[in-house]
Structure formats: structure tokens, C-alpha cells
């Protein structure tokens, strides 16, 4: 079983429309939890950290659900600059980085 | 904010050639360096972990003579490809981590190799 899944989509939506990925991770001693958003041939780059009681950053909205070992994003209006592959994320302190496959998401006008 | 460098960002060599990626971290001290590969539409797979003075730990399944880091300072660490093989074609990405917090770590933008 990997470490990190993810659907790998791709979501293909139009402007405007909300649109949620999920993910989960198989090792329940994971302390930290990301989502990091890699365009074409470029390096991840974070997009937020995901606390247990939920968090928000403009359009984007991250839920942890440590019983399930699960993680979401939401993102909502959808803009044509979203398009790009999103990567969810655990680590314990100190450690590496556990990469999720990716999901895919292309928006179109 | 913490800036990673990495050198060079693409390279194509020979089959059997040696090359060598280099990961810097700009305006802080780096405790910890992290090696990671991508294939395509695959996820960043961790190859070793660089501390500091100390050998490298290396992924299962990664040829530590195959691929060589060095981390000979705060600063730079860095990665030698050897007896490079088509196979090896892949993005390479360093990650950097000043320890100061848990998780925060700083990517590097990558480097391509091609393998001929």
C-alpha cells in the first residue's frame, strides 16, 4: 500500500466550478500535512499547510481528518491559473517529504 | 523567503558519463538536504537523505554507488550521477531544511537529465 494516495484524475472543469481532491496516507504516525502544487517541469511549490480543525485561504479550503487519515482540498471558483498537478503531502518532524502520485486538474475558459 | 539553488537546471550527456548536481541553500543553513526524483506523471520519490558531515542514507532500492552525495557544507550538497544510463533520465530536486521548524522545508527548481 503507498504511503500517500491520490486520485490522479485528471479534473477537467470549466471556470468557475468548485472542485475537490482527496487523499489519504497510510502511516498514522505522519504529524504534518501539506498540499504543494507542481505546474509542468517545475518544482512543488507549498500551497498550504492542513490543520485538523480545517483551513482556508482565499479560494482554497483544507480539511484533515486524522481518525481516517484523510485530507481534502477544495478549491472553489475555479480560474484557468489553477490548472496544474496537486500534490498531497505527510511528514513526520524533521523527515523528508512523502509525496502523494498527484491530481491533475486542467480548467478551461 | 529561503531561496534554494540548483545547477545545473538541465543536462544531457552520453551514456557511461558522470554528472554532477549541485543544491545550494542561498541565505540560510541548511542541517539537512533532501534528494528527490520524479519520473514522469509519477510523485517525488525521496532518494537520500544529506546531513552535514555525516553519510547520506539512501532510499531502498537506490545505488548508493551509483549515485553519490556529498554534503561538505552548511550550504551545498551534492549529487553525482555515475555511469549515467538512459534509465537514469529523470527530474532530480533538492530540498533543503534549516531545522529550525518541523516541516519547514525549501525546494530547489530542479534539475533535468537526459541520458543519451
Known amino acids: 500500500r503507498k504511503e500517500v494516495e491520490q486520485d490522479p484524475g485528471p479534473f477537467n472543469v470549466p471556470e468557475g466550478a468548485t472542485v475537490a481532491f482527496n487523499c489519504t496516507y497510510s502511516n498514522s504516525a505522519s504529524q504534518s500535512f501539506f498540499w504543494y502544487r507542481q505546474d509542468c517541469r517545475k518544482e512543488p511549490k507549498l500551497l498550504m499547510s492542513?490543520?485538523?480543525s480545517g483551513n482556508e485561504d482565499g479560494r482554497f479550503t483544507a480539511q484533515l481528518n486524522r481518525a481516517s487519515q484523510y485530507i481534502s482540498l477544495l478549491i472553489r471558483d475555479s480560474k484557468l491559473s489553477d490548472s496544474a498537478t496537486y500534490l498531497c503531502?505527510?511528514?513526520?518532524?524533521?523527515?523528508?517529504?512523502?509525496f502523494g502520485k498527484g491530481t491533475t486538474l486542467s480548467v478551461s475558459s | 523567503g529561503a531561496v534554494v539553488s540548483q545547477h545545473p537546471s538541465w543536462v544531457i550527456c552520453k551514456s557511461g558519463t558522470s554528472v554532477k548536481i549541485e543544491c545550494r541553500s542561498l541565505d540560510f543553513q541548511a542541517t539537512t538536504m533532501f534528494w528527490y526524483r520524479q519520473f514522469p506523471k509519477q510523485s517525488l520519490m525521496l532518494m537520500a537523505t544529506?546531513?552535514?558531515?555525516?553519510?547520506?542514507?539512501?532510499e531502498q532500492g537506490v545505488e548508493k554507488d551509483k549515485f553519490l552525495i556529498n554534503h561538505a557544507s552548511l550550504t551545498l550538497s551534492t549529487l553525482t550521477v555515475t555511469s549515467a544510463h538512459p534509465e537514469d533520465s529523470s527530474f532530480y530536486i533538492c530540498?533543503?531544511?534549516?531545522?529550525?521548524?518541523?516541516?519547514?522545508?525549501?525546494f530547489g527548481p530542479g534539475t533535468r537529465l537526459t541520458v543519451t
Open positions: 492542513v490543520y485538523s
Open positions: 503531502v505527510v511528514n513526520q518532524a524533521g523527515t523528508a517529504l512523502i
Open positions: 530540498s533543503a531544511f534549516p531545522g529550525t521548524l518541523a516541516y519547514e522545508q525549501y
Open positions: 544529506s546531513n552535514e558531515g555525516s553519510k547520506a542514507t539512501y
